[in-house]
């Protein structure tokens, strides 16, 4: 082979080897590239799989909360409808009991007594009217009027009224003692309060499910 051609053929060789070196380093870059292609997909995947888990279970843990609200207000709305029914059955049956112990009288006498014994304590010595139902004979407004006299009562006037079906008012000036049924229950927010709390554990220890 001539000398021309040995060089040629060299130089071709160099050529070749170059293409080679050149070829194997664009490829091992882009299997690198595709590697961390790979692996940033994969972190991504793995990145938008927790947040996915992350947002559903703040969802259930939402919808758990919302559930437990929702029950908790139905509950207190029904404990309150309970709550109102038991009050609407004590008003009356407190009413219609203060009237049959005044229709009753042992009961009577020992009410008229605490009435008395209330106004003799503020109303010393004053004029005392006293307003009664218009169903009082005249021999109970005497015996009444005894009874005043002892608790202190300067002098006794009387006032009748059919609307007073049950007890008596003791008025002196501009103080009043409201012994009839609506006086006595005039403290509503007390008496029911008072009421509550004495029976609903007990109505709530009674239950099956208590």
């Given at each position: 082979?001539?000398?021309?051609d040995?060089?040629?053929?060299?130089?071709?060789?160099?050529?070749?080897?170059?293409?080679?070196?050149?070829?194997?380093?664009?490829?091992?870059?882009?299997?690198?590239?595709?590697?961390?292609?790979?692996?940033s997909?994969?972190?991504?995947a793995?990145e938008?799989?927790?947040?996915?888990?992350?947002?559903?279970?703040a969802?259930?843990?939402?919808?758990?909360?919302?559930?437990?609200?929702?029950?908790?207000?139905?509950?207190?709305?029904?404990?309150?409808?309970?709550?109102?029914?038991l009050?609407?059955q004590?008003w009356?049956?407190?009413?219609?009991?203060?009237?049959?112990?005044?229709?009753?009288?042992?009961?009577?006498?020992?009410?008229?007594?605490a009435?008395?014994?209330?106004?003799?304590?503020?109303?010393?010595?004053?004029?005392?009217?006293?307003?009664?139902?218009?169903?009082?004979?005249?021999?109970?407004?005497?015996?009444?009027?005894?009874?005043?006299?002892?608790?202190?009562?300067?002098?006794?006037?009387?006032?009748?009224?059919?609307a007073?079906?049950?007890?008596?008012?003791?008025?002196?000036?501009?103080?009043?003692?409201?012994?009839?049924?609506?006086?006595?229950?005039?403290?509503?927010?007390?008496i029911?309060?008072?009421?509550?709390?004495?029976y609903?554990?007990?109505?709530?220890?009674?239950?099956?499910?208590?």
């Open positions: 082979m001539s000398a021309p040995t060089q040629a053929q060299a130089l071709l060789q160099r050529i070749t080897d170059d293409r080679d070196r050149r070829c194997a380093a664009l490829r091992t870059a882009a299997e690198a590239h595709a590697k961390q292609v790979v692996r997909a994969r972190a991504a793995r938008s799989v927790r947040n996915a888990v992350i947002q559903e279970r969802r259930m843990d939402l919808g758990v909360r919302q559930a437990a609200a929702r029950a908790d207000i139905e509950v207190r709305r029904q404990e309150r409808q309970k709550s109102r029914e009050l609407e004590m009356a049956a407190l009413a219609d009991g203060l009237e049959g112990r005044w229709r009753e009288p042992t009961s009577r006498r020992a009410w008229i007594d009435a008395m014994s209330q106004a003799g304590a503020l109303l010393p010595g004053r004029a005392w009217l006293i307003e009664v139902g218009s169903d009082w004979t005249e021999q109970e407004r005497g015996e009444l009027n005894d009874r005043a006299r002892e608790r202190g009562a300067g002098t006794v006037g009387y006032s009748l009224h059919a007073i079906p049950a007890g008596l008012k003791i008025r002196a000036g501009s103080v009043c003692i409201d012994a009839t049924v609506p006086g006595l229950l005039t403290q509503r927010d007390a029911e309060a008072a009421f509550l709390v004495e609903l554990p007990a109505l709530a220890a009674s239950e099956p499910n208590a």
